[in-house]
């Protein structure tokens, strides 16, 4: 079998620890052993069933531990897994329907496997003549023996985060996989006495690969919530952390952005965060002001500013790329913003410099199995602090996609991957300045939509998180490149209201950016489009701004 399976059987029978969900209310555990064994009765009512090695099957389930269950089955009987991404209280029923069905024939799903609360799906299934099966009837007490997969073999189709509406799904195998935890848990110095808590999605790569193979391929606890319990009273994050003596968890920045108002208004002693060791920040940019309120919010509770984690992931490379080091607060770049923007050099300047800089954190050096250079548009590899496009290449980055079109490479002859994103390198250590996509060309300077959400966020009245600079192109109703703004506010539908809010908002983005947007729309709560793990889809906010 694979290295990879090879190790999750081997855990599971010498750990003694395990999977907590349902807490804080209900709390249910089972050791990594008794997961272990319920997960050779899912895998061989699989085998029973007709599933042949290197088949896909999707999995549509909110419960951590029934997915926890049934992955490592369809792993045990040589399948590979595909979690479908699953809808949210904003979501268009009827288009996430039709898009599930798209992947589906994508990833050529062999069956798809479906818990709670998505039972409803079943039927939508069957009208559609697609194999599927409850988690609860997958159960088999007959003799079963692993199905041996091989490194190349896919371990996990990862659907990516961008629109379902063009879905792609990023290839892992199992060779990607194991490389990519090997070093994960090397670097976070994974032991017996840790306790990783998260409330990640498991469709997401954070979830899937972070929050639940890692304690599930090391032996360490795991204490999983659902995004939802998170949602509705966002402290419990904190709680289950400090109830369960948590040293890991993982989040996007905006989580913490949330939790750092929670920990504001907590009652004084009522958590204990002190045995916090890595809370990684990543799968979207990290705005040093939030970790720093998140830092000062949390030492009322014991929290450590070293135990702050920066990180740069992507589903291309498994999950992690590169993580700071736990000995490290988080460590800024303080560069000159012009320099940067015109003259594609990270240029420093000294502390203290208030105006004309971008504080950008350090990422950390690229793990082992992972290489990476920057390059420029012609592919000449750059030195450190000259800004170019961020490429990968090694033994955890996927070879290829999954398309609607059928298979499509990620590599070039030399076997690099263009991520996708800009950036730069000092002294090994990674920084990324945003998606090369997203860039904003104005007046031949590079201006990154995260610096224009960030001054736009900073105006009362808009809510935190939920801003959206898209680029304009000459012709979109403006003359030459330029970009507007796009805000979430409870003042919207009040016309004065909305005309004072559009006009602090330019004018601090002019203040902070030094270049004025084309227009400001203001919307009601929940109104920018956002995928299902939560992150702006900038190019479809552009069909909310009034033509």
Same mark, same amino acid.
């Given at each position: ?12 029978? %010498? ?28 895998? $061989? ?52 329907r039709d898009d599930t069905l798209r992947v589906l024939r994508m990833i050529d799903a062999r069956l798809v496997v479906v818990? $709670? ?12 003549? =697609? @194999? ?5 009837? &997958? ?32 290839? =892992?195998?199992? %060779? ?56 509705? %009273? ?22 913490? *952005? ?66 700071? @080091? &736990? ?10 913003? &012009? ?26 050096? *690229? ?31 996927? !070879? ?9 490479? !990620? ?18 250590? =990674? ?23 960030? @001054?736009?966020a900073s105006v009362d009245g808009v809510r935190d998180g939920n801003v959206a600079a898209v680029r304009l192109m000459a012709g979109d109703g403006v003359a030459r490149e330029s970009f507007a703004v796009l805000?979430?506010?409870?003042? @919207? ?55």
């Amino acid at each position: 079998m694979s290295r990879f399976v090879d190790t999750v059987v081997g855990t599971a029978a %010498r750990s003694s620890r395990g999977m907590v969900t349902g807490a804080p209310a209900l709390p249910a555990r089972r050791s990594w052993g008794q997961l272990h064994v319920a997960a050779r009765r899912t895998a $061989a009512a699989l085998v029973e069933g007709g599933l042949s090695a290197g088949e896909a099957v999707a999995v549509l389930a909110g419960d951590p531990g029934q997915v926890a269950q049934v992955a490592q089955g369809i792993w045990l009987a040589g399948g590979s897994v595909t979690m479908l991404h699953q809808p949210t209280p904003r979501t268009d029923l009827t288009v996430w329907r039709d898009d599930t069905l798209r992947v589906l024939r994508m990833i050529d799903a062999r069956l798809v496997v479906v818990g $709670a609360p998505f039972e409803a799906m079943a039927d939508v299934l069957r009208d559609q003549g =697609i @194999a599927h099966r409850m988690i609860a009837d &997958l159960d088999s007490d007959r003799e079963f023996s692993v199905v041996p997969a091989a490194e190349d073999d896919t371990a996990l189709l990862q659907l990516t985060s961008g629109s379902t509406a063009e879905p792609k799904a990023v290839r =892992i195998t199992h %060779r990607n996989l194991y490389a990519n935890l090997v070093d994960s848990v090397a670097h976070l110095e994974c032991g017996e006495s840790d306790t990783l808590v998260s409330w990640l999605p498991l469709f997401h790569d954070m979830g899937m690969v972070g929050c639940l193979l890692i304690p599930m391929f090391t032996g360490i606890e795991l204490v999983s919530v659902t995004p939802a319990e998170f949602l509705s %009273r966002p402290l419990v994050w904190a709680e289950l952390m400090s109830r369960y003596n948590g040293t890991i968890t993982a989040a996007p920045n905006f989580a913490y *952005a949330i939790l750092a108002r929670q920990l504001a208004r907590a009652e004084a002693g009522s958590l204990d965060l002190s045995r916090l060791k890595a809370a990684c920040n990543g799968a979207e940019p990290i705005d040093p002001s939030t970790v720093e309120a998140f830092v000062a919010a949390g030492a009322r509770f014991g929290l450590r500013p070293e135990a702050i984690n920066c990180c740069y992931g992507a589903a291309e490379s498994a999950l992690v790329i590169s993580l700071s @080091a &736990l000995s490290d607060p988080m460590l800024l770049d303080t560069v000159d913003a &012009l320099e940067l923007e015109k003259n594609r050099r990270a240029v420093p300047v000294r502390d203290g410099h208030a105006t004309g800089v971008r504080r950008l954190p350090l990422l950390g050096v *690229a793990f082992p199995s992972v290489a990476v250079r920057v390059v420029d548009e012609s592919g000449a590899e750059l030195g450190d602090r000259e800004v170019g496009r961020l490429q990968l290449r090694g033994d955890s980055v996927t !070879a290829g996609y999954l398309t609607e079109q059928g298979p499509l490479a !990620a590599l070039d002859d030399d076997g690099w991957l263009d991520i996708g994103d800009e950036g730069y390198l000092v002294d090994g250590q =990674i920084v990324v300045c945003g998606r090369e996509k997203d860039v904003i060309i104005m007046g031949g300077r590079n201006i990154y939509p995260t610096d224009i959400e960030r @001054a736009a966020a900073s105006v009362d009245g808009v809510r935190d998180g939920n801003v959206a600079a898209v680029r304009l192109m000459a012709g979109d109703g403006v003359a030459r490149e330029s970009f507007a703004v796009l805000v979430e506010s409870r003042r @919207a539908g009040d016309g004065a209201a909305e005309q004072a809010l559009r006009d602090a908002v330019a004018n601090r983005v002019v203040a902070d950016v030094d270049a004025r947007p084309a227009s400001v729309v203001v919307l009601p709560p929940g109104s920018l489009p956002k995928t299902p793990s939560g992150k702006l889809r900038r190019a479809a906010a552009r069909a909310l701004i009034p033509g």
